[in-house]
């Protein structure tokens, strides 16, 4: 298989990384079902396009006429099924727990063609913790995009021990007909690469507001004016959801056992209440 024989994409997730995913992969041309169990995050993803493309048109980003040939391209669908029946390659994006992730490619590996390269947009999960769900390990990498995908041109492509070199390959390639580039890292560990310099950044920050030595306004203040950050790490994580650092701490947690890798009391804190950042309209910040 090459990536010339890739026609479907199938994107598993329509949240807001999976529908950007899927927004992507039809603005290369390629025909794409996006699948999620949820109406509402599958209408929030069709919405998102109405006032999303017009003011990247009016910018020169995209022509009217690219953006209508993607339109064409996408379906949003409760049907798991009847995305990925015929898919030649599937992105996984759903909710970053390991169990959840095994259970779904169990099932995609039932209803795929066995051709079909399985990979996950997972943040810090190895696919090799979900690979021997299916019957097709080698076909199995992960395919991390960045927040937010529509504009992130990095995408981390991370080889397991059971993927095989062409499904590496092809992958990255991938990469590039989305017009991003991928990053082919040869061995995994946990984060990848971005991700292990911004938890270590995250842990620093963190520690510093959790022991009052400074409230994360003035941590980020400093960071973006004295190191140049174009955005400081509190900001960050209200981008990208405190919620979600709370989930991926608490299942690195519950992996290891380590008392270090315990969310910090301020992101539970924040969890707890419900202050997860932008998509809650208040976090470390207020965006109301």
Known sequence: MKVEDIKKICVIGAGSMGHQIA???????????????????LQKA????????????????WTQEQVGLAMSKINFTLNLEEAAKDADFVIESVLEKIGIKRELFAKLDKIAPPHAIFSTNSSFIVSSKIADATTRPDKVCNMHFFNPALMMKIVEVVQ??????ETAKITVDLCEKMGKKGVWLKK???GFVVNRFLSALYREALYLADM??????EIDLALTNA???????????????????YIIDMERYQETGDPKDKPSPLIVE?????????KSKKGFFDYE
């Open 46 to 61: 069709e919405e998102f396009a109405r006032s999303y493309f017009p003011q990247q048109v009016r910018k020169g980003k």
């Open 23 to 41: 927004y992507c992969a039809a603005l290369a041309g390629y025909q794409v079902s996006c699948a999620d169990i949820s109406l509402e995050m």
């Open 227 to 245: 190191l140049g950050h174009p955005i400081g790490p509190f900001h960050l994580m209200d981008f990208t959801g405190n919620d979600l650092t």
């Open 188 to 190: 995994e560990i946990y």
């Open 270 to 278: 924040k969890y707890v209440k419900g202050e997860w950042g932008r």
């Open 160 to 165: 397991g021990p059971h993927t095989s070199e």
């Open 212 to 217: 009052g030595v400074a409230d994360p306004q």
